[in-house]
């Protein structure tokens, strides 16, 4: 008996809560916040719509290309959240987001997740793509040294490996020990990209987190190119061969810079210039390509160092592999 009236009393307190507006307020908030509206089945009903012109536009990448990403990263896909996404999902989420500058809401509403699931995804998919395909950037040896040559050649410097320049990718304020490092001369911060590329636009190497306020000489001192050159000079740069950059570099045995135009420059060394710099303009357009085809890096709203390192070598893999 006793039982039985313990368990009215609790029946009629819950009813008695219930009938509580605040109560009652509480769960229609709860709900409301729970459902959340989305763009359900983008990836199922909309994109397989798309031509493989607009598959291209809109990932960069072509389908055969993208089966490609999804089938090495499927033995090694983590889904450290365990939130049950395709593998699918997740990449062409992560292409969206590097390739557009639409908002981390906007891309999450549009591939039915949340913003937090859509950090993590590209992360993790920025990671594995520097792990296990950064065979895509790999320096010009045999053939492809020879194509590299052919292509400088052609463009009045010959004997030529390829051409190196720095790049600023604009950032926010990062969270590290001394975050106005980072502040470059322009007075933004951001990270400096070294890049090294072939003729035919390629990266062939590149070094990317170094401060923006740091000078192109300095980080091209910290480069792995720079290290392995300094044990055995003909070791990536054949005999008789050498890199070319603008003036910010330092004259090396193996790296060929513009004379330093004082204004009492000879004819030979104006044409000397003329010539160096034509030819050095692959890595310029290198680096337009690399920011037109993946805006994000336009501005990286990150603020670990490790975490916008990742992004930017991954958009450089990508980029070559858009090239293939």
């Known amino acids: 008996m006793a039982d039985h009236v313990a368990f009215a009393y609790l029946i009629a307190d819950e009813l008695e809560a219930i009938e509580n507006p605040l109560f009652l307020q509480y769960i229609e908030h709860d709900e409301q916040r729970r459902m959340v509206p989305k763009i359900d089945n983008f990836v199922e009903y909309v994109v397989p719509l798309y031509s493989l012109s607009e598959f291209r536009s809109h990932f960069r990448l072509s389908r055969e290309q993208v089966e490609d990403v999804i089938t090495t990263l499927g033995p090694v896909y983590m889904n ?14 992560c292409l969206w987001t590097l390739v557009n500058q639409e908002s981390y809401r906007g891309v999450a509403d549009r591939f039915n ?17 520097n792990t296990y395909m950064a065979h895509h950037i790999s320096w010009p040896r045999g053939q492809r040294l020879e194509m590299s040559k052919l292509g400088f050649d052609t463009a ?14 604009p950032i926010m304020r990062p969270h590290c020990d001394n975050p106005l490092a980072y502040m470059n001369r322009k007075q933004f911060y951001s990270v400096n990209l070294t890049g090294f590329c072939d003729s035919q636009r390629r990266f062939c190497h590149i070094s ?8 192109d000489a300095r980080a091209i001192r910290f480069t792995e190119v720079c290290r ?3 044990e055995d000079p003909h070791s990536l740069v054949p005999q008789g061969m050498h890199k070319i950059g603008d003036s910010a570099y330092p004259l090396l045995p193996q790296l060929m810079r513009p004379y330093r135009d ?20 692959v890595i310029e357009h290198a680096f337009g390509i690399l920011k037109s085809k993946f805006r994000r890096l336009h501005y990286l709203q990150m603020r670990s160092i490790s975490n916008i390192s990742s992004a930017v070598s991954a958009c450089c893999i990508l980029h070559n592999l858009c090239l293939e």
């Open 156 to 169: 009045g410097f010959p004997n030529t490996v390829c051409a190196v320049d720095g790049c600023h990718i």
């Open 228 to 230: 392995v050159l300094e």
């Open 80 to 93: 450290l959240q365990q939130t049950k996404l395709p593998l699918t999902n997740s990449v062409l989420a």
């Open 208 to 215: 990317v987190g170094h401060p923006g306020s740091w000078h």
């Open 113 to 129: 997740m949340s913003k937090s699931t859509l950090a993590k995804h590209l992360h993790e998919f920025c990671y594995n793509i």
């Open 262 to 281: 004082n204004g009492h420059l000879s004819a030979r060394q104006r044409y000397f210039n003329r010539k160096l710099n034509a030819a050095r303009m």
